[in-house]
């Protein structure tokens, strides 16, 4: 007889025959997490920290130690502050032997709740120089941004014209979200049948001067973010990272599973700041089984991006209105709604329509156009050409391209029936592997595309941007 032996064990095993051969034995004790997935909600075990408890990391500056000024306070809630005050006096020269990709880490100890690194003006405009980037982690969460995304002159603007630049200070933070957003989740995730997986978190970026402070809620590019998997619960259940917007909206957010030195994590990229969590949910549709997008159907479905038509069904082949197309879109790329911004672009889109929102959003970032006459015409089913057209201008932000000599289009028995305002477009879907032809060996670049092929040109864009 003998023991089982596994000195990174993490899963448990049940032995019905005996072991043989002299073996050690290793125990390890984690948490018992019990799930309740209808009533939502979750316990959440510390995940393991690093750096270790009692441990200082503070300021690294390209892998060696900078100088900070370190201090630890308490708020009114009871939980531990560390504020990371990076001297620019002292770390200047180091930056100044540094080439591009300057790297700032900055972390704090196991015990702390809330991390906020403090950076002047100097510094930053030193970072932005050298296309450099701050990282900031704790033991449940990290934050990595590139400094040219802060876009400091547009904040310093709001800040009125007496304040200068030198009297100015960037302050970054990652902290707990408040109990109003803890439990504006929790009541979400009961509505909507949902699991969650890590609790919500904070990343917030403001520019202080005095008693003046704005916040920075939108970047031109992605923001990476994570949120480590607490210890004991089951990673295999999490779909997707989410945005919990003020009003309580539940969100999709970009999110892909990583795994360093045995911690797990979810990886969100967001054009945004708030508040992010990690979720578990599993679409299911009856009319899905044994079709050929049943994978993308329920993976775009499970990250909240799709939707069915009701009593359990997806309706894969039925055709899909624009305005549906517009609004999955939006969703993929985890952007909220913002009605006002289309209000008055075309005459078909009204304040109270149900896809205003998602319209106006779409319009603000650039993924759609419209027609000559003014319209949108919402209802209207999307072409395969019309979606592909919206997809190469989520690719913009998505930083996906593709080769500009690239003619795959000229390969169909069909090109001359594309569109030439789509032929652009078109190239870019075929080089990409987003866009693919028709059993037939067709482009059909003018036929109304269905809902089964939406979801899987969506999940292409994500993952071929390295997004999910």
Known sequence: ??????????????????????????????????????????????????????????????????????????????RKVTTVTIDW????????????????????????DVLAAELGMELLKALIDRGGKIQLRTAFASYAIDASLLGL???????????????AVVRIEIAPSNDRIV????????????????????????????DLEIEANNFAAY???????????????????????????????????????????????????????????????????GHWASSAVLDMGSRLIIEGIGEGLFAPDRSIKRAEFAAILV??????????????????????????GAIGTAYEYGLIGGFEDGTFRPNDDVTREQAMMMIANAMRWTGLTADA??????????????SAWAETSLNKGLATGILSGTPKGELAPGTKLTRAQAAVMVQRLLKESGLI
């Open 1 to 78: 007889g003998g023991w089982y032996t596994d000195e990174e064990l993490t899963e448990p095993y049940v032995f019905t025959t005996a072991v043989t051969g002299n073996v050690t034995l290793y125990a390890k004790w984690t948490a018992q997490v019990t799930e309740t997935p209808n009533e939502g909600g979750t316990v959440y075990p510390t995940p393991t920290p690093t750096p270790a408890a009692g441990e200082e990391k503070g300021l690294l500056i390209n892998g060696k130690q900078g100088h900070a000024d370190i201090t630890s306070t308490t708020d009114g809630k009871g």
């Open 89 to 112: 006096n002292k770390d200047n020269q180091t930056l100044a032997g540094d080439s591009q990709g300057t790297v700032l880490e900055i972390e704090a100890d196991a015990e702390s």
């Open 153 to 167: 002159e547009a904040l310093l603007e709001q800040l009125g014209p007496n304040v200068r630049a030198e009297d």
């Open 183 to 210: 439990r504006l989740l929790r009541e979400r995730a009961k509505v909507g049948d949902f699991q969650v997986i890590a609790p919500p978190v904070h990343f917030a970026v403001w520019v202080k001067a005095g």
């Open 223 to 289: 923001v990476e973010r994570t949120i480590f998997i607490p210890n004991g619960v089951n990673r295999r259940l999490m779909s997707t990272g989410v945005v919990i917007d003020p009003d309580g909206t539940v969100r999709h957010i970009p999110t892909r599973m990583l795994v360093n030195n045995g911690i797990y994590a979810g990886v969100m990229n967001s054009l945004t700041n708030s508040d992010y969590a990690l979720i578990g949910y599993k679409a299911a549709f009856d009319d899905m089984k």
């Open 331 to 356: 969703r993929a790329l985890g952007l909220g709604q913002n009605t006002q911004a289309g209000i008055g672009k075309f005459s078909d889109v009204r304040e109270g329509d149900w896809y205003a």
């Open 405 to 418: 000599g690239a003619d795959p289009l000229s390969g169909f028995p069909d090109a001359a029936q594309a």
